[in-house]
């Protein structure tokens, strides 16, 4: 086994481990020059093409975008590449399990506008994410501590080329990619992924943080196998799914289904459908974040036994889309 280096670049003191992945192992880093904090991910050099080298040249196309971890060096140190960049607090993931599994209604709004403005940011230098989800998202330290970050862009891909501007073609037979508890149901039917899938991702993962789980996972919060995943996300209705919360996030699923595969998404509609839940709130009308006390939960669980919304009333605050001329495939 690779002896690990105790200082990348020289001036990085290595600590603790932070987390690990299929590759790369990431760890917890002092700039004794600067006495400052960072993450350095190191990964064994091997005969497979580099995950870090990816997502380091992705990280720089992506730089100074809100939201957008930022990388300070990249080269190969040892048997390592090495890659420094932002030390951030924890995943929305770990808070959630913390707060028993809620959030407050206002911290999702405020997590939805933000995070669909940094995909906003992201899909116009062309790429798609991939695998939206709780534990790709974490919150800044200090004074970024009201700011959301999207995490590990490993299999980040390109949808439009660069100097074309052509979207990349219609492709089926694909393997699911990404996370299958929030994938989109087009992922699970092997469709090239493009901007509505991580839409529909972020979607199920604001659904997640209100309801407090998903119909297709387990009372232990575990999933199911993908072909009984993707049978139970076709037939949850988006009444059952949504039901308990405010109609808004109807709208935002059926959108985000209803998009053609290489259809601009409305982005400025979506923030909208966010922004009338937000204008409802008692609290401020801002964007920040506030996991410091567990909330109280001020709606009702997913699968209450009341009322459901009806989908026609949710498809209609968006005419234009509730009968676009290219609907993206699903069952």
């Given at each position: ?5 105790t ?9 603790n ?6 590759y ?15 993450a350095v991910k190191?990964e064994p ?10 997502k380091?040249?992705i990280?720089k196309r992506?730089a100074g ?9 990249f080269r190969?140190e ?20 913390a707060?028993?599994r809620?959030f ?5 709004v405020n997590l ?11 899909h ?13 998202i ?7 501590k009201?700011t ?6 490993g299999i ?5 080329n660069?100097?074309?501007r ?8 694909q ?9 989109s ?5 092997g469709?090239a ?13 604001l659904?997640?943080f209100?309801?407090?789980?998903l119909?297709w996972?387990?009372?232990d919060?575990?999933g199911?196998?993908n072909s009984?995943m993707?049978?139970?996300?076709v ?5 059952v ?9 109807a709208s ?10 290489s259809?601009?998404p409305?982005?400025e509609?979506?923030l909208?459908?966010l922004?009338?839940?937000s204008?409802?709130?008692p609290m ?12 109280p939960?001020?709606?009702?669980p ?5 009322q ?7 498809v ?7 009968n ?8």
């Amino acid at each position: 086994m690779n002896k690990v280096p105790t200082r990348v670049d020289g001036r990085f003191r290595l600590g603790n481990v932070l987390g690990s992945g299929s590759y790369a192992v990431v760890y917890h880093a002092q700039n004794f020059i600067k006495d400052d904090l960072v993450a350095v991910k190191l990964e064994p050099i091997s005969n497979h093409s580099s995950s870090v080298r990816h997502k380091y040249n992705i990280l720089k196309r992506l730089a100074g975008g809100v939201g957008i971890p930022r990388v300070f060096w990249f080269r190969r140190e040892s048997r390592y590449h090495a890659l420094v960049l932002d030390l951030l607090g924890p995943s929305l993931h770990d808070i959630f399990i913390a707060h028993d599994r809620r959030f407050s209604l206002h911290n999702v709004v405020n997590l939805g506008i933000q995070l669909l403005s940094c995909l906003e940011y992201i899909h116009s230098h062309n790429f798609v994410h991939g695998d939206i989800k709780p534990q790709n998202i974490l919150v800044g330290l200090d004074d970024l501590k009201h700011t959301a970050f999207i995490i590990d862009f490993g299999i980040a891909k390109e949808y439009c080329n660069t100097s074309t501007r052509a979207h990349i073609p219609f492709r089926q037979g694909q393997c699911i990619t990404g996370t299958p508890a929030f994938a989109s149901i087009n992922s699970h039917l092997g469709v090239a992924l493009g901007r509505r899938d991580d839409l529909e991702s972020l979607t199920y993962t604001l659904i997640y943080f209100l309801c407090g789980s998903l119909p297709w996972l387990t009372s232990d919060h575990e999933g199911l196998s993908n072909s009984s995943m993707l049978e139970r996300k076709v037939n949850t209705t988006v009444e059952v799914l949504c039901h308990g919360i405010p109609i808004k996030f109807a709208s935002l699923l059926i959108y985000t289904r209803l998009l053609a595969f290489s259809e601009d998404p409305d982005y400025e509609y979506l923030l909208s459908l966010l922004h009338a839940i937000s204008d409802t709130l008692p609290m401020p009308a801002t964007c920040l974040l506030d996991f410091g006390q567990p909330n109280p939960i001020i709606h009702t669980p997913a699968f209450a036994n009341k009322q459901v919304v009806p989908v026609d009333e949710a498809v209609q605050q968006h005419p234009m889309k509730a009968n676009p001329p290219h609907r993206s495939t699903h069952v």
